[in-house]
């Protein structure tokens, strides 16, 4: 039996109402103008910064005009495009010289946050440049414009989601093994599909050093493992899966972790982790499945790529121009 879905979106005294019913939705939007005074904007098109493009089976988020204001407010309007978000490379606190006032870099970053939104093909080199928030130097501010450059040439990338997707759930995870030169840390990244659709994506710092490649990936594992179990839990959106969710990791080893109890004694210190994803592995909530390096679509969320793959991969994560010919059908 088919169920229909309402969703309703509400920050301040904006509401969006969406579902998977053109009467439900009408039907609800007559009752609150029976309740309040509200105004129908008709379909959605700009919400808090994000543009919503509309065709009859998909939605492009973008943010466009934000973008432009940013670099307006910056002075890098007039700047030359730049094909990736990152130069090649790692970047350390020891980089440079101090900044004489630190507001600069920080409103900067503060904006480029909100753009992750929509395009978090830059989400590893934000995540990166935040670090050096206490003390930025140059060099950190040369790389923040470094981003500004790169949103200059692709300001009308977005977000894309279609109607038309099979009802499953799969998670790319991956780590850059102690990619900082800082702390040794590594970088941790997973995007979630349902269907073709991009819903969930982290690019982060793992909290403690990892002793080894196959540690870190585990670690990653473990994030994503976690997300699924959280999108899953959302019973009230009435998503059937038409199978358990895929977790897909380049590391042999750390799939052989989460199937071979007699490898677990030289994994202590991942022992949580490690109980997390077998435990799961093991009631069916997932499966494991290893995708080879060059199919390892969420390498752009840990590293700077060179500009063939880094486009690649943007292109893979549904990341895409914004669509001549659109119209809206999205209640606001």
Known sequence: MFIHTLVILIYVDDIILTGSSSVHLSQLLTFLKSQF?????DPLHYFLGV???????CLHLSQTKYIRDLLQKTGMLDSKPLPTPLAHGSLSQH??????????Y?????????CTLTRFDISFAVNKLCQFMHAPTDVHLKAVKHVLRYLKGTGHYGLSLHCHSA???VCYTDADWASCPDDRRSISSYCVFFGNNLISWSSSKQKVVSCSSTESEYRALANGAAELSWIQSLHELHLPLSAPPILYCDNISTLRLASNPVLHSRTKHVEI????????VARHAVQLAYALTAEQIVDCLTKPLVTAR???LRFKLTILPRPVRLRGD???
Do not use: M, N, W
């Open 330 to 332: 999205v209640k606001q």
């Open 51 to 57: 543009e919503v493009h509309s065709s009859f089976d």
């Open 310 to 312: 880094f486009q690649e």
């Open 37 to 41: 005074a509200i105004k129908d904007l």
């Open 273 to 280: 982790d490690q109980h997390f994803v077998c435990e799961k």
């Open 95 to 104: 980089d440079g010289l101090p900044l004489s006032s630190a507001t600069e």
């Open 106 to 114: 920080r409103s900067i970053l503060g904006a480029l946050q909100y």
């Open 167 to 169: 009802p499953s759930l």
